[in-house]
């Protein structure tokens, strides 16, 4: 595998679910991201990682939590999601946070 | 308030016909433009850096420049390989590790 993997590709659940996200980055990075994307809406950073510590968090509610236990590895979990969460959750990887971002392909994740 | 806006919204061209993207920005103090392209249902993909006004980055048919104000991607004889949405970001110059996104322009390219 190469650049940034993210799995699902594809996630339906229903409101009262558990789910996570999982994003892997086989580029030596040592940032991470978590982003929302939806229609018609910049990308929205959500969460922030360097060096496996959080750094950013963007008023984000809680039922998503974020978790990285090493530089490589970042997970996104999911609990008692409203439909207005559905979108595309893009995982984007940096050399050192201040350079350019690599993303996944993302997951597409619908709340029903 | 840092903001970024690009134009058009939406961009309909003629294989071999040139043209413009344009990305405004409002961020005391640029530390680095960003442009990606993002294909339906992918997540964007790296093109270019710009770091200060007058500098130019090519890569095949795409070439970005850097003012003050503003950054344009021009496409140079497109291809329909080169339909996709185009997306402009800027470093948040308080917090390097925040990218602000513009809502992209949607290009595509008819044969």
């Known amino acids: 595998e190469t650049g940034v993997t993210q799995t699902p590709r594809h996630l339906v659940m229903g409101m009262t679910n558990k789910k996570s996200l999982k994003c892997e980055q086989h580029?030596?990075?040592?940032?991470m991201y978590w982003y929302k994307q939806s229609a018609k809406k910049p990308l929205e950073l959500m969460f922030v990682y360097s060096l496996e510590e959080r750094v950013e968090n963007n008023s984000v509610p809680s039922r998503f939590s974020p978790e990285c236990p090493n530089s490589s590895h970042l997970f996104l979990h999911l609990h008692t999601l409203q439909p207005e969460d559905s979108a595309l959750y893009l995982c984007a990887s940096s050399p050192d946070g201040y350079n350019e971002q690599f993303f996944g392909p993302g997951t597409r994740l619908t709340v029903l | 308030e840092d903001q970024v806006t690009q134009s058009p919204e939406a961009l309909r061209l003629q294989e071999g016909e040139s043209s413009s993207l344009n990305c405004s920005y409002t961020v005391s103090g640029l530390r680095g433009l960003f442009w990606y392209r993002q294909d339906p249902g992918k997540g964007p993909e790296f093109l270019f850096t710009l770091y200060s006004a007058g500098e130019e980055k090519e890569k095949e048919r795409l070439k970005a420049t850097l003012t003050k104000k503003e950054s344009f991607l021009h496409i140079t004889a497109p291809k329909p390989e080169d339909s996709a949405t185009y997306l402009c970001?800027?470093?948040?110059?308080?917090?390097?590790?925040?990218?602000?996104f513009g809502t992209g322009t949607r290009l595509q390219v008819f044969p």
């Open positions: 580029l030596g990075h040592n940032a």
């Open positions: 970001a800027v470093q948040d110059p308080y917090n390097t590790d925040k990218l602000i």
